[in-house]
């Protein structure tokens, strides 16, 4: 059978070898302690089950009307961006996806026709680049690094756009750096954009509620009016709400973007599941004491990441600002312990520390690890104790 081309060209993930042998560890008895999750180590609040549950009793369990998304759930949407966002929107211009994921897909595939190119920052969470190449596109590659906090300048922005320029990501908290882009910030890159003429910027907006150090979450399609008609708003309740499992996302933009990705949506997937739909409005207009309690214990557990982090000969960790992750330069180490590059590093520190954390270039930065902090307390303790002794 032969596999497309499209598909063969998609790259494995980085990741995969470090985790594999991770599993391999733990199946084995060994005790490996887990710094890579990519959600968080929260249950889903009992009321949003609670309306699943209500959801299914009702018989919601058909395909939802429309597929793009109950009116219910645009309107919470609506609201939710309104209350955090400061972003006026109308339930047609929302779309309700299966996870971000799918929304950032279908936008991608609606933008881009082969040999289109797209702005991304590095360092990039992992399926940009790969959702980019599947539509054709290609990937115009930003590198930052410690010094500029992992944010790209105006500059660089100015620099990397073309003719051929369709799109940028901007992806704020960020995994795996956490870095955040604050109001002047993206009013000097929004700057740029107007200047240079027609690109979307697709704002990836998944971890807006876990920002730290009393900062405040800035929309990007809140910089201006001109970033109010060409920016996508992606959010979902994978984060926010912890439902990583529940497979639903949503987008908000301009209109005739979301009408399109309905459209292929429809053909693709038929879009999420009712009941999670229900589930996630009840989340979103309901009481947001839950999203408060996790994002409390995110600070208290990233401030002790950082300081032990910094701590350690070699590495240097930028102050964290938001998301569920920190993404330490570990490159000062890389000549004591004899290895030149993060795949390597990962791997010797799962075998001899027995911790197993994501190497930075999975995200396109090979001098740097990610390490999670969606776990515990004692984990994270313990985790740095054996990654403190592996360094020295
Ligand atoms: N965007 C970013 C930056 C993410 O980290 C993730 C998940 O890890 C997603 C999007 C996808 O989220 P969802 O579960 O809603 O598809």
């Given at each position: 059978m032969k596999i497309s081309q499209r598909v063969q060209n998609l790259a494995e993930s980085a990741t995969i070898a470090v985790a594999n042998r991770s599993a391999e560890m733990k199946a084995a008895g060994i005790d490996v302690i887990s710094l890579g999750a990519g959600e968080p180590d929260f249950d889903t609040p009992s009321h949003v089950k609670e309306a699943a549950w209500q959801s299914l009793q009702r018989g919601e369990t058909k395909y939802a009307k429309p597929a793009s998304g109950t009116m219910e759930l645009k309107q919470a949407v609506v609201e939710k961006l309104q209350r955090d966002n400061r972003l006026i929107y109308e339930p047609a211009e929302v779309l309700v996806s299966v996870g971000a994921k799918e929304a950032i897909g279908l936008a991608f595939a609606c933008l881009l026709d082969p040999g289109d190119e797209v702005v991304l920052p590095i360092p990039y969470w992992v399926s940009y680049p790969e959702q980019i190449k599947l539509t054709g596109g290609i990937p115009v590659l930003i590198e930052t690094d410690v010094a500029s906090g992992y944010k790209i300048t105006p500059d660089q922005l100015r620099t990397a756009l073309s003719s051929k320029t369709r799109a940028v990501v901007i992806n704020s908290p960020s995994n795996p750096s956490g870095a955040t882009y604050d109001t002047e910030q993206l009013a000097t890159l929004a700057q740029v954009l107007e200047d240079h003429g027609e690109v979307t910027v697709v704002s990836d907006e998944i971890y807006d509620q876990f920002i730290y150090g009393g900062r405040t979450h800035v929309s990007f399609a809140a910089a201006s009016s001109y970033t109010r008609e060409h920016t996508l708003t992606v959010n979902g309740g994978s984060k926010t709400f912890s439902m990583?499992?529940?497979?639903i996302g949503y987008a908000a933009g301009p209109r005739n973007l979301i009408r399109n990705m309905a459209k292929l949506q429809s053909q693709l997937t038929s879009g999420a599941a009712t009941f999670s739909m229900h589930a996630l409005a009840v989340a979103l207009t309901g009481d947001q004491s839950c999203v408060a309690e996790m994002k409390s214990e995110f600070e208290g557990r990233v401030r002790y990441l950082h300081q032990r982090l910094n701590d350690l000969p070699g590495v240097v960790c930028p102050e964290p600002e938001g998301s569920i992750f920190v993404f330490p330069d570990?490159?000062?180490t890389y000549k004591r312990l004899g290895v030149t590059s993060s795949v390597e590093w990962a791997t010797r520190l799962l075998e001899e520390a027995h911790v197993s954390l994501v190497p930075g270039a999975a995200f396109g930065a090979d001098r740097c690890v990610r390490f999670s902090f969606a776990t515990s307390r004692e984990n994270l303790e313990l985790g740095l104790d054996r990654v403190a002794q592996f360094v020295s």
């Open positions: 990583t499992g529940w497979r570990v490159s000062g």
